[in-house]
């Protein structure tokens, strides 16, 4: 019964920064993967990036170099750091076990 309860969107003026935070519960955090997915309306789901439990990462070629995705396993959080953010990053942002999702967090950059 995992549970995931994202945080921390909001409006930002491009170029600006935002740091998404997503706790997690339901089982031992630190086995997991975790991954952040975003969608809106009139857009496919995008996969933005993932961590793998021993902390490796990989990013959407979308985000490469502006974005940075941990984790704290004593906090059971995953973080999605958003730098230089852009008006095409606007859209709901998705923590994410592939089989568990939380309920999204809105990330709106205006021009």
């Known amino acids: 019964q995992v549970q995931l309860v994202e945080s921390g969107g909001g409006l930002v003026q491009a170029g600006g920064s935002l740091r998404l935070s997503c706790v997690f519960s339901g089982s031992i955090f630190s086995l997991y993967a975790m991954s952040w997915d975003r969608q809106a309306p009139g857009k496919q789901r995008e996969l933005v990036g993932s961590i793998s439990s021993g902390g490796r990462t990989v990013y959407a070629d979308s985000v490469k170099g502006r974005f940075t995705i941990s984790r704290d396993n004593a906090k059971n959080t995953v973080y999605l750091e958003m730098s230089r953010l852009k008006p095409e990053d606007t859209d709901v942002y998705y923590c994410?076990?592939?089989?568990?999702w939380g309920q999204g967090t809105q990330v709106t950059v205006s021009s």
């Open positions: 994410n076990t592939k089989e568990n």
